[in-house]
């Protein structure tokens, strides 16, 4: 992995936050190459932070003077191939960057979706066209590509996947609906996942297909959030959309393999999401309970207080060591091992996210609702780390059934 470059830009007010333990690291988890990857990054993220970010979302607008930063700094393509412009590192890597960026008040989305899914996929199972097309411009963030796998009727069961793809002379004909897809209306193009004409029943044969967005028929809505974000979510609709060979990521008879080589960095980014939504949650609370006085005792001395707030860093190291651990997995190329571990962290990171956004709001009493302290726009995003890409009651199935051997229940 490249070192990371230095930027430069002017401070907000109002944007710093305190040190917490949930801050530190150790060269016993991670590398000094690392650790300074977390610094650079943390530097670039305060000096936009919350207020930029928040600004942002309520405008309706992206946030691409970040994105642009972060991208020209090399932070978007670290996990990318060096050879195609990327920092030659690993999804621990960008899984740092996204962490950091949350925790600064900056968690942008779109950073699972475009260097994570979409390029990990095209750089392990794309044609050398379509990596020189796509990495290079995912890499510095001058391309962006969002993903569509979530259908209406499919829910959390992939194999449900009704979006269909068949042959017409040399080209496909993709027919299809999708939901919740993020950020279309500033990518160039979406990875789509469908299945081959033969292979509608039984077990899932994905197929995967990049569809630039201005191609005839295909159609997006958006649909409206409670989510306060700089990236809108929406809803596709795929009619006869006639695509080139070329079209197509990987081998159509490659099953699931190529598809989980995206789904288990998405799992481990909304982990390193809900991380950094946590840790930012985290130290606004800890600012507060030391600075706020009731009979001239600052609240952060009361154990009512204190303690719940110890329990939440508590819990967002222990995400955050499995969170490494899955990086580490997938990134050794144990597939199978990262699987488990990168639902596990998944799990482990929007809980504490969920539980430390609650208390810090219960902190903060009323000027936690407040547009001031942003936590309240907290408490939507850290649902996100719950049930998106797939819902903490999935993931206890997945492991009561793959880790513990227990019988199946559907």
Not at 2 to 8: C, G, K, N
Not at 90 to 103: C, Q
Not at 171 to 177: A, K, N, V, Y
């Amino acid at each position: 992995m490249s070192a990371p470059r230095t930027t430069t830009g002017n401070a907000r007010p109002g944007d710093e936050q305190s040190a917490t333990a949930a801050d530190s690291t150790s060269p016993l988890i991670e590398t000094p190459e690392r650790q300074a990857l977390r610094r650079a990054v943390g530097d670039l993220g305060r000096r936009y932070g919350s207020a930029y970010y928040l600004d942002k979302a309520r405008q309706g607008l992206p946030a691409d003077e970040l994105w642009a930063e972060a991208g020209k700094a090399g932070y978007l393509g670290v996990n990318l191939p060096a050879e195609y412009g990327g920092g030659g590192g690993g999804i621990t890597d960008l899984a740092i960057v996204l962490e950091e960026l949350g925790t600064a008040g900056c968690p942008l989305l779109l950073l699972i979706v475009s260097p994570a899914i979409c390029g990990t996929v095209i750089a392990r199972y794309g044609t050398e066209q379509q990596k020189q097309q796509w990495l290079p411009g995912l890499a510095d963030g001058t391309r962006r590509m969002a993903f569509g796998i979530t259908e209406p009727d499919a829910g959390s069961n992939s194999h449900r996947i009704s979006t269909v793809a068949r042959r017409d002379g040399d080209d496909w004909l993709l027919t299809g609906r999708k939901v919740f897809v993020s950020g279309i209306d500033h990518a160039d193009a979406v990875l789509f996942v469908g299945r081959t004409e033969d292979a509608r029943t039984g077990k899932l044969k994905p197929a995967l297909f990049v569809v630039p967005r201005d191609t005839p028929g295909f159609e997006y809505r958006p649909i409206p959030m409670e989510l306060v974000a700089p990236e809108k979510q929406f809803q596709v609709f795929l009619d006869d959309v006639r695509l080139p060979a070329d079209a197509l990521v990987g081998d159509e008879n490659a099953g699931l393999l190529q598809l989980f080589a995206g789904l288990n960095p998405e799992r481990i980014m909304t982990a390193a999401f809900s991380l950094g939504l946590a840790r930012q949650a985290l130290a606004k609370a800890v600012d507060y309970a030391r600075s706020r006085t009731v009979w001239d005792t600052p609240i952060g001395a009361h154990q009512g207080l204190a303690h719940p707030l110890a329990v939440c860093a508590i819990e967002i190291e222990l995400a955050r060591l499995m969170t490494q651990k899955a990086g580490h997995l997938y990134d050794m190329g144990d597939d199978l091992a990262a699987g488990e571990a990168a639902n596990m962290a998944k799990y482990a990171a929007g809980e504490a996210a969920a539980r430390t956004v609650d208390q810090a709001v219960q902190t903060l009493g009323g000027n936690g609702l407040t547009q001031e302290y942003g936590l309240g726009a907290l408490l939507t995003a850290t649902r996100v780390g719950r049930v998106a890409p797939v819902s903490r009651e999935m993931i206890l199935n997945y492991v009561a059934q793959h880790t513990l051997g227990l019988p199946r229940s559907y």
